[in-house]
Each structure stands twice: as C-alpha cells, then as structure tokens.
T-cell receptor, first 114, second 110 residues
Framework: NAGVTQTPKFRVLKTGQSMTLLCAQDMNHEYMYWYRQDPGMGLRLIHYSVGEGTTAKGEVPDGYNVSRLKKQNFLLGLESAAPSQTSVYFC?????????????FGPGTRLLVL | GEDVEQSLFLSVREGDSSVINCTYTDSSSTYLYWYKQEPGAGLQLLTYIFSNMDMKQDQRLTVLLNKKDKHLSLRIADTQTGDSAIYFCADQNRDDKIIFGKGTRLHILP
C-alpha cells in the first residue's frame, strides 16, 4: 500500500495563478482532510470530506475549493493564489474504529506564492 | 471555541526522559492523541488514550491524562536522537471533531 500520496511535492506560483493539489489514498478510507501548516500556527483545517461526493468547510476555507468525486481522491484548488497561501499543505485520510480516529498523513506539498 | 495548547520548544539531553505537556479546554473529549512529525514529513500517530483512562504505556512512551485539570503529557524514556521531531497533541470531542495543538519541537542535546 502506498498510503496517502500528494502531488506535486513542491510548486511555485505567481499571484493570481490557479492550481490543483491532488491527494490520493489506497486504504479505502471514508474521511479525508486538507490542512495547512504555517510556522507557529500548527495545523489548520481547510476543508474535509466524510465520504465520496461530500465536502465541508474547516477552520480556514476562504480562497480554497475542494472536490471528492472519487472515494480515493481529494482535490484542493486555489483559484487565484495569494502570497498568504504560501504554506505546506497536508492531506490526511482516516477511519474510525471503536470511536477513535487515526489520521494518516501524506508527505506534504510545499507551495510558494510570489 | 475549543483549544489545545502546547509549549513550542523542549530541549533534552540524550538518554534523559522527555516530558511534553498539553492542555485542552474541551470538556467532552473522547480520545486524546499524540502525533509525531519528523523533518520534511507528514504527521504519524504515536499513541492515543481514551478519556476514561489516566495512563497508557507503550514501550518507551507513557501517556498521562488528568481529566480534572484537562492536562495530557507524553513521556519519552531514554530519549534518542531519532526522537527529534515535532510532537502534536490532538483532542477528539463528542462530535468527533479533532483539534490539533501547535506542536512542540523536541531538540536532543548530545
């Protein structure tokens, strides 16, 4: 199993450009998440999905859109990138067992917006 | 809203014990987690504790939970250079929402 993979690993954008980050998991997990990690801010939840075809807003959704057309994929879109979106983006998937939830994280995508 | 607080930095000598502390505000916590993030990588689950437990031990790791004070700690015995990482505390509430702390960077001194 590859676990959770993210594409691309690193990207540089100019302000106003758009891009899509791809997250894929091969563990048949229902739940998927997009976080951003910034120095001193920890992890902040952008959007999440509790199943194929569903998405919901997290703590910092503005400027991002997501889609979950297939269970194994969760896409994060930036329609018009801004320097404030320079960050490391992590995708995670999870399952719930006995009430607890284990999140499995991808290796991250480093995004620089100039 | 709910919050999870951790100190940002901890420095420990190799071979000593490391104790990473976390406080949370949620009174409906069901599970509490410790995740580890090594440089350039995503987070990995280290261990977790159910809210009706007060201690859990797993090899070199000991988790202590004081539910009355809403205080969670992670003790790493015989700290090694490979333990150098950022450690995140996370709280799962009754609605299954998971809140992460900002992470504690553990630095190992030779």
């Amino acid at each position: 199993n590859a676990g959770v993979t993210q594409t691309p690993k690193f990207r540089v954008l100019k302000t106003g450009q758009s891009m899509t980050l791809l997250c894929a998991q091969d563990m048949n997990h229902e739940y998927m998440y997009w976080y951003r990690q910034d120095p001193g801010m920890g992890l902040r939840l952008i959007h999440y999905s509790v199943g194929e075809g569903t998405t919901a807003k997290g703590e910092v959704p503005d400027g991002y859109n997501v889609s979950r057309l297939k269970k194994q994929n969760f896409l994060l879109g930036l329609e018009s990138a801004a320097p404030s979106q320079t960050s490391v983006y992590f995708c995670a998937s999870s399952f719930r067992q006995g009430g607890g939830e284990t999140q499995y994280f991808g290796p991250g995508t480093r995004l620089l917006v100039l | 809203g709910e919050d999870v607080e951790q100190s940002l930095f901890l420095s420990v000598r190799e071979g000593d014990s490391s104790v990473i502390n976390c406080t949370y505000t949620d009174s409906s916590s069901t599970y509490l987690y410790w995740y580890k993030q090594e440089p350039g990588a995503g987070l990995q689950l280290l261990t977790y504790i159910f809210s009706n437990m007060d201690m859990k031990q797993d090899q070199r790791l000991t988790v202590l939970l004081n539910k009355k004070d809403k205080h969670l700690s992670l003790r790493i015995a015989d700290t090694q250079t490979g333990d150098s990482a950022i450690y995140f505390c996370a709280d799962q509430n009754r609605d299954d929402k998971i809140i992460f702390g900002k992470g504690t960077r553990l630095h190992i001194l030779p």
